[in-house]
């Protein structure tokens, strides 16, 4: 074998190694989108304190900005300037804590809920895979209790 064509075939083999090792170290997404203001002090504060563990699953690093997920997207927690819940939507608080159900993202089994009157905002997606969706929100809701009130919910479901 020539020393060009010997050249060319280590050449090939470190490549793929190379690309084989970016796939093994790459974060993933979890079909996840940051919110806006995801990167701010706020979110990072309350990302990292977002438990290990949640809904039965461990927790997964997404490589958005404000966002935690657990599972294989079973359980997503998002921060940000979210606000596509209606004002007029009725909420339920959980440990001092309000929340008002999404519907638009609401729907299959799949339950997203949306902290009422904190900025930024809190936003926490459990799929259908999670029997007690319920018991999800009470643990996030001490953890997002540090996010600045800036109201309460009028209309209490």
């Known amino acids: 074998m020539t020393s060009g064509r010997r050249l060319?075939?280590?050449?090939?083999?470190?490549?793929?190694?190379?690309?084989?090792?970016?796939?093994?170290?790459?974060?993933?997404?979890?079909?996840?989108?940051?919110a806006p203001g995801g990167a701010s002090a706020?979110?990072?504060?309350?990302?990292?304190?977002?438990?290990?563990?949640?809904?039965?699953?461990?927790?997964?690093?997404?490589?958005?900005?404000?966002?935690?997920?657990?599972?294989?997207g079973d359980v997503i927690l998002r921060?940000?300037?979210?606000?596509d819940v209606p004002?007029?939507?009725e909420c339920t608080s959980v440990k001092g804590v309000d929340w008002v159900v999404n519907a638009k993202k609401t729907h299959g089994g799949v339950k997203t809920v949306l902290t009422y009157g904190?900025?930024?905002a809190a936003e926490v997606t459990v799929s259908e895979r999670i029997k007690d969706k319920d018991a999800v929100i009470g643990e996030m809701s001490p953890i997002v209790s540090g996010l600045a009130k800036q109201k309460t919910c009028a209309k209490r479901s």
């Open 118 to 120: 904190r900025s930024p």
């Open 42 to 72: 706020a979110c990072s504060s309350l990302v990292s304190k977002a438990p290990q563990k949640l809904g039965g699953h461990e927790r997964n690093d997404s490589d958005q900005k404000g966002t935690a997920v657990w599972g294989d």
């Open 8 to 34: 060319a075939q280590v050449g090939v083999i470190a490549a793929c190694a190379a690309a084989l090792a970016a796939c093994g170290t790459s974060s993933r997404s979890y079909n996840v989108s940051g």
């Open 87 to 89: 004002e007029s939507a």
């Open 79 to 83: 921060c940000g300037n979210i606000s």
